[in-house]
């Protein structure tokens, strides 16, 4: 995906928008929650040992923790889209993830110090951490199990997603005899799905999107991820049928449905479903040649 191009930007990805809302607010619920439950029951135990219980203090040392929590999971949720770990992959990228887990640590630390002390200096008082390395080192203890926890969780649910959502294979030749179709340009692909297999027809793909290493194919309304290249997957594809009009994007022809242009020279391809595909400068002139526009 092309960084700083505003067409991409308003062009949607291939999660839907919904499902991205319900996950942040399950993350925020539960971060918050949790934060909350924590200052419910230090203000339990201080009833219960007749103790006096500085609420405003507490309440910002818990939830400060979890606001700065909530902000990094947006960075671990997009490196767990960049760098996925798979049976193939996760050896390589193990070592990528521990030094995360440091950075997550030294981060948090950062965040939740700075918004502690932005809190309290709105109430007129001073916030001080604690020593070096002791206070810190208490608490990379903490961040890191919370951080192997989060890396488990949502690759996790990353896997979960993959297998109830589906994930596409490109139909590899028979061990014996003829091919029932070309293998160099096949007419369906093969998806594995809940543990079963079936057949989506190449035709039946409305547009593909490039997602790191994979490309996500859009059908009826679900994605299925394809480990291959966009440049790969157009050679395979029929040109009579699908256009490239970005270098992240395929579109099925007939199934595009308008074309707005905007500032700059570029597009956004309006396709049957509502979504909104970009469509690049230089690849805008090519795709109204071939749909025989001029």
């Known amino acids: 995906m092309e960084n700083g191009d505003p067409a991409v930007l308003a062009a949607p990805v291939a999660e839907p928008s919904r499902r991205r809302g319900l996950a942040a607010a399950f993350w925020s ?3 918050l929650g949790t934060a909350a439950g924590n200052v419910l029951a230090l203000w339990m135990r201080a009833l219960r040992d007749a103790q006096p219980f500085p609420m405003a203090a507490t309440s910002i040392e ?36 521990v030094l995360g887990g440091i950075a997550w640590w030294l981060l948090h630390v950062s965040a939740m110090v700075l918004l502690r002390k932005l809190a309290f200096s709105m109430v007129g008082q001073h916030y001080t951490y604690g020593d070096w390395p002791t206070q ?3 608490e990379f203890f903490k961040d890191v199990q919370t951080y ?31 091919p029932v179709e070309p293998v160099e340009r096949p007419a369906h692909f093969l998806v594995r799905k809940l543990g079963k297999e079936f057949l989506v027809a190449t035709a039946d793909v409305e547009y593909a999107q490039a997602a790191g290493n994979y490309v996500n194919l859009r059908v009826r309304g679900h994605d299925y991820p394809l480990r291959i290249t966009m440049a790969v997957l157009e050679q ?3 040109p009579a049928l699908f256009l490239r009009p970005h270098r992240s994007w395929l579109i099925h022809r007939g ?20 979504a909104r595909v970009p469509c690049s400068r230089r690849q805008l002139p090519l795709l109204r040649q071939a749909l025989g526009g001029g």
């Open 236 to 238: 395979r594809l029929d």
């Open 29 to 31: 619920l539960l971060f």
């Open 148 to 178: 192997s926890l989060l890396v488990i969780a949502v690759h996790a649910v990353a896997w979960f997603g993959r297998q109830r959502q589906g994930e596409a294979h490109l139909l590899a030749p028979p061990d014996e005899g003829p």
């Open 136 to 138: 810190w080192f208490y």
């Open 62 to 97: 818990e939830f400060s923790s979890a606001l700065a929590s909530l902000a990094l999971l947006v960075l671990l949720h997009a490196a767990a889209r960049r760098w996925p770990l798979h049976a193939d992959t996760w050896r390589r990228r193990i070592g990528f993830y």
């Open 255 to 274: 199934l595009l449905r308008s074309i707005e242009p905007l500032e700059g020279g570029e597009a956004l391809l309006h396709m049957a479903d509502g």
